[in-house]
């Protein structure tokens, strides 16, 4: 008599079980949706229009590992006067990693070739630094910012002189990116 009601008892738990896991999976769960991509498609395509205008533009990007893309804008080779930009956009995996790319890039901007803006700042950056000079003729703007865990940086000569400083001419185009990206996320 204990056998047939342990047989029973052993019976009831596998048929309750049976009917708990059957009314789990019973809905169809809620289909994924994709996730925009991290990395911009297009790097010129944030560089403010009024900058890039008239130039040669030529984007890459890779989204494998620390996602990058890069961006760089010419002029075409018979211009008189000649504009030579690049504008690279990193997506760090952490904060601290991101700090340091940043510092890198601050520390690469050559006190030989460039005067440090000290207080220099760019909308939407945690933090920024720059260094502006004439380097082998060309008015010369180096840059880098940091929002969040993604590190910018633009690099810009005008040869001769243009109408704007190219200091003035890369925080536009800083922010500009900048801008974008935010709007992206």
Do not use: H
Request: hydrophobic share 40%; with cysteine.
């Amino acid at each position: 008599m204990l056998r047939t009601a342990f047989r029973r008892g052993g019976l009831a738990v596998v048929v309750a079980t049976l009917l708990l896991t059957s009314a789990c999976g019973s809905s169809e769960p809620q289909a994924v949706q994709p996730l925009e991509p991290v990395v911009p498609a297009d790097l010129c395509a944030t560089v403010p229009a009024q900058l890039r205008e008239g130039l040669i533009m030529n984007a890459n990007n890779s989204d494998s590992g620390n996602p990058t893309a890069a961006c760089s804008m010419r002029t075409p080779d018979d211009a008189r006067n000649k504009v030579r930009a690049v504008v690279t956009w990193v997506e760090l995996n952490e904060e601290y990693s991101a700090d340091e790319v940043l510092d890198s890039q601050c520390r690469s901007i050559d006190p030989k070739e460039f005067r440090m803006q000290d207080g220099f700042s760019a909308k939407g950056a945690q933090r920024a630094c720059a260094g502006s000079g004439t380097v082998e003729g060309a008015d010369s703007a180096s840059m880098a910012a940091l929002t969040d865990r993604e590190v910018i940086t633009v690099r810009l000569d005008y040869e001769p002189k243009g109408k704007q400083p190219a200091m003035t001419a890369g925080k536009q185009m800083l922010e500009g990116v900048i801008s974008s990206m935010a709007g992206n996320s």
